[in-house]
């Protein structure tokens, strides 16, 4: 028979969680408390609990999240903010929604996570710090903070990353879309910078039913404002005091994402499990495999390979029931939206290189020993060819 083994599999994830979840729809039905209710409240405090921070503000998707946050942190017109190029795209738009722009800086070659070398370039050779503040010698630009993406679940090196952030006066906004439950130094992503956001669309290591994102952070002035932003900039009912938006996280997927948050360490173990399956099955070939570290602990949203023969092996693996996936092709900063941008951009090599190579092979926590092994085996039978 055929197999069909797909890059992710979120229909075993709500079997599990399907009953409870029946169970608290119907109390809400019964109540039609839909927005801003009870389920979102205690979600916001366990997920930040969960995640080591202080605060939560839940939210509509994780590209709200990313706007909202900037907002909330005093980012907004003609300011600049630091970023990697190597992400999904989302990470880039949340700048121009605050009327922001971006600098685009490379990659560590090793992780796929910001490039320290990158980012010390980009500041000592291009920028100036004066009076506490990083201006951007060309554009003239006030440099105000940095987005760090942990990117396919891996942590970025956040300790350089906020040791220069307070040298030169940045606030620092991890991006965790990717990342739940991911360790840096034993302590959670999430809580490291001034603020976070996290993505509950379908695919990611703990999704909704549908959107859903939050922004997470232990500073009172950034939660107040987010939840202001939220909604229609209200202080008070009906007293707009800014220009807001519409951006709550709803009731029906605040209990979904209640149900599975008691499972994601199960799940994140799991994918773990599943990834040192995989190296050591993999570890003899000519392909470069996602590399461990002492002092970070990934939660392998993707397991991402790398090869020359990527598109041939990515024909292959589909030729043999094996979904696959390219997180990402194009790197942003040759992305057709940014074109006529004012974009600020240096030196990103191994971004265009890896999007070449790079091949995420199907990982979900439900995926079975046998599948691992038949994935496997179709791997060394397309070295052997
Ligand atoms: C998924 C993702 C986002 C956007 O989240 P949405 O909920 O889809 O809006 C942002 N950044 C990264 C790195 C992502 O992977």
Redesign the pocket.
């Known amino acids: 028979m055929k197999k069909n083994i797909q890059l992710v599999n979120i229909k075993s994830q709500f079997e599990e969680i399907k009953e409870n979840v029946y169970k608290e729809w119907e109390k809400i039905f019964s109540t039609m408390y839909l927005m801003l209710g009870p389920n979102m409240k205690s979600f916001e405090k366990e997920f930040a609990k969960y995640s080591m921070a202080k605060y939560g503000i839940g939210v509509d998707?994780?590209?709200?999240?990313?706007s909202l946050a900037l907002n909330s942190m005093g980012i907004g017109k003609d300011d600049e903010v630091i970023t990697v190029s190597f992400?999904?795209f989302?990470?880039i738009e949340?700048i121009f929604h605050n009327n922001a722009y971006p600098v685009l800086i490379d990659i560590r070659e090793d992780d796929y996570t910001m490039s320290i070398e990158s980012l010390m370039d980009f500041i000592e050779n291009e920028c100036e710090f004066k009076n506490n503040k990083l201006i951007n010698k060309k554009s003239k630009r006030h440099v105000k903070a940095i987005i760090p993406?942990h990117?396919y679940g891996m942590p970025a090196e956040m300790d350089e990353i906020l040791n220069i952030a307070k040298k030169y006066n940045l606030m620092v906004l991890e991006?965790c879309?990717?990342a739940h439950g991911a360790e840096y130094k034993k302590k959670r992503i999430g809580s490291l910078g001034d603020a976070a956001?996290f993505?509950?669309?379908f695919?990611?290591n703990l999704s909704a039913l549908g959107?859903?994102?939050i922004i997470l952070t232990s500073d009172e002035e950034i939660k107040k404002r987010a939840e202001m932003l939220r909604l229609h900039g209200q202080t008070d009912k009906y007293t707009h005091t800014e220009i807001g938006y519409n951006s709550r996280l709803d009731e029906i997927q605040a209990v979904v994402l209640r149900e599975k948050l008691k499972l994601l360490d199960k799940w994140n173990n799991r994918r773990r499990e599943i990834a040192k399956s995989y190296s050591e099955g993999l570890k003899n070939l000519p392909l470069k495999l996602p590399k461990e570290f002492d002092h970070k602990k990934s939660v392998y949203?993707l397991y991402v390979i790398r090869t020359e023969k990527r598109d041939e092996l990515f024909e292959y693996l589909k030729e043999n029931g094996i979904g696959c996936g390219i997180h990402y092709p194009i790197p942003s900063h040759l992305q057709p939206a940014l074109k006529n941008r004012d974009v600020f951009m240096k030196n990103l090599n191994v971004s265009e290189k890896v999007s070449k190579e790079i091949l995420s092979i199907p990982m979900h926590p439900h995926l079975s020993n046998d599948e691992i092994s038949y994935i496997t085996e179709k791997i060394h039978d397309f070295f052997k060819k």
């Open positions: 998707s994780g590209t709200t999240a990313l992400t999904f989302a990470t949340s993406v990117l991006d879309a990717q956001s993505s509950f669309y695919s990611k959107e859903g994102g949203h």
